[in-house]
Structures are given as structure tokens and as C-alpha cells.
């Protein structure tokens, strides 16, 4: 089969690999569309350290089975599929308390670390265990069923938030995630919401999908802006999807007392916050990891047209395109959100 490989660190190759063998638990999908994700781009150079090549990436993908282990039963060949990102065991005390994000065993499709290596979806072809599967509608499209992972991490951030009906939100950081999360909390009902980011492009793209104003990021007076529409107060709740020193502490200046902070991003894995202040003003900080078995709504949301994707496909190319494309993200190239590879 055709797959997109990290042959070296910035270094693809489009070549033939062997087909993936199936487990009598697997399942064999052809895969019909799967996303670039940021943290593929990130990844790319080695700096996360989650991604060591020899490896085929991604994780957000959808497509048709081929074939099915002797021990599935409730799926057959032809059936119209998505996957789960995290690939976890079922075993375990957290796959029991349905935590499975936190599975003891967790693997993520498409991630080589020091723990285990699991090769993804840039391929013609990926081999999962028939229990991260789930089924589309009949009219879905496989471009936007591809896009259900990262749907997923914006409908699990909101429920770890405890979010509650009357309360603002900021989301700090206005790309895929971040524009997802804004759109998400719109569809909850949020009825103030605000948007902060360092491109204007994506202010203007976050306040027509559901923010009520955006915020420049640069701006040393972001958070008297935030204070200042919302009466003094500041906002109830504040999601963080970069990951940094900077939009973590804006989000904890921006948040009132006894605010929320949800953690989603983690470009850094180490960063420094204003420990006082987030002991004084009494704040909960949340780390908010992947998704947890909210698929079927993130589906339901796309299906019924809550979550709009087609404002976040910036275009879609055969798989081999994918070096360039990939390229092209890690250069951070003006108007790029999500790009589709088609195998």
C-alpha cells in the first residue's frame, strides 16, 4: 500500500509499505480522508518528541472496513467508519471507570515515543482494534467525519470545565482547537464569548463562528479588555489551547475569583505561572487530555450542522501531495487551518 512516511526528523517519503496485519480483535480500514493535525506539524522536527521517525502519522481519519478479525461481530465489511485518536486497552481501572483517555495502556494512532510506537493513518490502509470504531451517518462525508478528533478535545475541554448556563468563557488561542472550542460553547449556549490570538485573521474567523469580540494577544492591555466587558469582574471560565508560559498566565490574569481555567494545549512541557495569584483569587486549573467517549455527539454536532466545517478545510490532496503540504503548515503559511490528504 501507499504511505506517507517520516523516513527523518522534517524528512518525508511517499512509499510502498505492507499491508497491515489484523488481530483478531481489528479491524482493516481503507482510509478515505485523514487530517494534518498541529500536533503532526509540531512533531515533524522532533521537538515534542512524540513522533520518532521511522513512522506513518495520523490519527484523524475516516474510511471504509475492508476486512475484520475472526472475533468482531458487530461490524462488517463496507461499513462507513471514523476512529478514536487513543487506542486503549478495556482493561484496565480506568477503561472501567470509562476514563479511557487515561487508559494505563494508552497508544495514539500515528505516535512513536519511548513507550510504544503505533503507525496511523497516512496511508492507504490502518489497522485498529475494532472498539475505538465509530459509525457515520449515511450522508456524512468523509472529509468532515475526519475532523471528529479534534471536535472530540473541544467537547471534552468544555465538560472537564463544568461549565454552567449564564457563565462567559475566553478561549486563549484561536487556531483549529480554539476555533472549535468557541463553536462548541456557542452550541452549549454560552451567550458571551471571547476570543484572543496574535493574527487578526483568526479573530475575525473566530468572532463569525460564535465570539462576541476578539482580543489581540500583544495587546499589554488584554486584560483590562476582558475585565472591562465583563463589568470588573472577569470571566468565568478561560480555555487555554496553546500550550505557553504567556496564554496560560493571560488566561489565569483574565479568569474572575473562584474562576476556571482549562489546560488544552501543551506545546511546552514545562511553563511558569503567577502561583499567588492563582492561590489568591481561588482558581481551579483543569488539564483537559484528548476525549473520552464523546464521539457520537461530536458526530451528532457535526451532522446537524452546529460545529461548520467547511469553514476550517483550507483544502484536500491526494496523499501524495502530503510532503509539500506538510511543508507548507510547518511554515506557518498565511490562511492554513486544515488540510485533507485523500489516500
Not at 451567550?191 to 465570539?211: H, Y
Amino acid at each position: 500500500m501507499k504511505s506517507l512516511n517520516l523516513k527523518a526528523y522534517n524528512q518525508f517519503e511517499v512509499i510502498d509499505t505492507e499491508l497491515p496485519e489484523i488481530g483478531n480483535e481489528d479491524v482493516l480500514v481503507r482510509v478515505k480522508a485523514v487530517g494534518i493535525c498541529g500536533s503532526d506539524v509540531h512533531g515533524m522536527d522532533g521537538s515534542t518528541g512524540r513522533r520518532v521517525p521511522p513512522l506513518i502519522m495520523g490519527h484523524e481519519a475516516s474510511g471504509v472496513i475492508e476486512d475484520v478479525g475472526s472475533a468482531v461481530h458487530d461490524w462488517k465489511p463496507g461499513d462507513r467508519v471514523t476512529m478514536d485518536s487513543t487506542v486503549y486497552c478495556g482493561g484496565c481501572d480506568y477503561c472501567g471507570k470509562g476514563r479511557i483517555n487515561l487508559c494505563d495502556n494508552r497508544q495514539v494512532l500515528g505516535v512513536s515515543c519511548e513507550d510504544y510506537r503505533r503507525h496511523g493513518a497516512f496511508a492507504e490502509y490502518v489497522a485498529v482494534p475494532a472498539r475505538i470504531l465509530y459509525r457515520l451517518p449515511d450522508d456524512l462525508a468523509y472529509e468532515h467525519a475526519a475532523m471528529v478528533e479534534p471536535v472530540s478535545i473541544a467537547v471534552h475541554a468544555f465538560y472537564r470545565s463544568g461549565w454552567q448556563s449564564g457563565q462567559s468563557a475566553v478561549v486563549v488561542g484561536s487556531g483549529m482547537i480554539g476555533l472549535l472550542m468557541i463553536q462548541v460553547l456557542a452550541a452549549k449556549g454560552c451567550e458571551q464569548i471571547f476570543a484572543v490570538d496574535i493574527d487578526p485573521a483568526k479573530l475575525k474567523l473566530a468572532c463569525q463562528l460564535g465570539a462576541h469580540a476578539g482580543f489581540d494577544a500583544r495587546d499589554e492591555g488584554l486584560v483590562e479588555q476582558l475585565l472591562q466587558a465583563t463589568g470588573g469582574i472577569g470571566v468565568d471560565h478561560a480555555f487555554e489551547v496553546v500550550g505557553a508560559s504567556g496564554p496560560v498566565q493571560a488566561s489565569i490574569d483574565g479568569v474572575a475569583k473562584g474562576g476556571v481555567v482549562t489546560l488544552i494545549g501543551n506545546v511546552s512541557p514545562e511553563i511558569t505561572v503567577h502561583l499567588q495569584r492563582i492561590i489568591t483569587k481561588e482558581l481551579d486549573l483543569r488539564g483537559s487530555c484528548a476525549s473520552s467517549g464523546e464521539y457520537p455527539e461530536c458526530l451528532d454536532l457535526i451532522h446537524r450542522g452546529a460545529i461548520n466545517m467547511n469553514a476550517f478545510i483550507s483544502s484536500e490532496a491526494p496523499l501524495d501531495e502530503g510532503v509539500q503540504w506538510f511543508q507548507r503548515l510547518y511554515e506557518k503559511e498565511d490562511g492554513l487551518l486544515k488540510v485533507i490528504l485523500k489516500p
